[in-house]
């Protein structure tokens, strides 16, 4: 659990200089927008889903339900119900993307490139789907059909973090890992 201490205490230090920049330069419509604090943090909810990909869960229902609420109570106790989780997750997509890129390992001359798709629901789900409406999209990966989106990364040889994109489900693999292999 040392690993998972020392995880969210990283992302706990960038959110306290993320969120207050974050809140200043969002856009505003003219309508007053209420802002409430949720139960988890947004370094919280960022770490939980950082761990997720550590861990062997293969959807994150099974990985809250049977890891998160089950085995680290302890470490969140403001713990909330799954579908709650899902519901925050929309929150810590632009945090992520801001805290991801500030990890990145060096390029060593060996460098492994994957494409996974991030499936947000099941095919049969997606015209009844709400969280990510407008921007998943429909996508085909060499295990099937997903709807959601993809995330081409590199990886050096000691498993570090190179480069990576998030994309609709849509695109093709080709265009991004170009243009991430040439900003190496």
Request: aromatic fraction near 12%; proline fraction near 5%.
């Amino acid at each position: 659990m040392s690993q998972l201490i020392a995880m969210f205490c990283d992302i706990d230090d960038f959110c306290k200089g993320f969120e207050p920049l974050y809140g200043q330069r969002l856009l505003h419509n003219g309508q007053r927008q209420r802002t409430r604090q949720t139960a988890l943090a947004l370094s919280e909810i960022m770490t939980i889903i950082v761990y997720f990909h550590r861990s062997h869960y293969r959807d994150c229902k099974h990985y809250y339900t049977e890891y998160v609420e089950e085995h680290l109570r302890p470490y969140f106790p403001a713990l909330v119900s799954s579908s709650r989780f899902v519901e925050l997750m929309p929150r810590a997509v632009v945090p992520l993307c801001g805290y991801l890129p500030t990890r990145k390992g060096r390029c060593s001359g060996i460098t492994f490139v994957d494409s996974p798709s991030l499936a947000v629901c099941h095919t049969r789900r997606i015209s009844r789907h709400k969280v990510f409406d407008g921007y998943a999209t429909r996508g085909k990966s060499s295990m099937g059909w997903f709807f959601g989106f993809k995330l081409p990364l590199m990886v050096n040889d000691e498993g570090e973090l190179v480069a990576f994109r998030v994309t609709t489900g849509e695109v093709n693999d080709q265009g991004p890992v170009g243009r991430m292999a040439r900003g190496l």
